[in-house]
């Protein structure tokens, strides 16, 4: 499932954070996963991420950091297979578009969701 989200990037700290909550959505749990820190509903939904070191991220993921600084739009996409979470960001800027995959191994709480 794809869906457009909000987003704002700190250049100080070098953190993108992404939102994707509805208004009816409540944020009940947090997990972290190397440099991302995943926002979860009480059903297990995933609403938000926030990617700390951006920069280096978005590197090791071959998208040239300066986009970060020209953001346009970002969509995320989540698909849950076995017990693997995929996630991924559709970003793009003025100038360019990237992809940006994460897969991680779910918790618990998505397990069973």
Do not use: H, W
Request: hydrophobic share 40%; charged share 25%; proline share 3%.
């Amino acid at each position: 499932m794809e869906k457009k989200c909000k987003f704002s990037y700190n250049e100080i700290d070098d953190t993108l954070a992404v939102s994707c909550r509805e208004e009816n959505e409540n944020i009940r749990e947090t997990f972290m996963f190397d440099n991302f820190i995943f926002s979860l509903t009480g059903k297990g939904k995933i609403v938000g991420i926030q990617i700390k070191d951006s920069s280096k991220v978005f590197e090791e993921s071959n998208v040239n950091p300066s986009i970060l600084g020209d953001l346009k739009s970002i969509n995320m996409i989540v698909a849950k297979k076995d017990n693997c979470l995929f996630v991924g960001l559709a970003i793009a800027s003025n100038t360019q578009t990237a992809n940006i995959p994460i897969r991680v191994l779910m918790p618990n709480s998505l397990a069973s969701s």
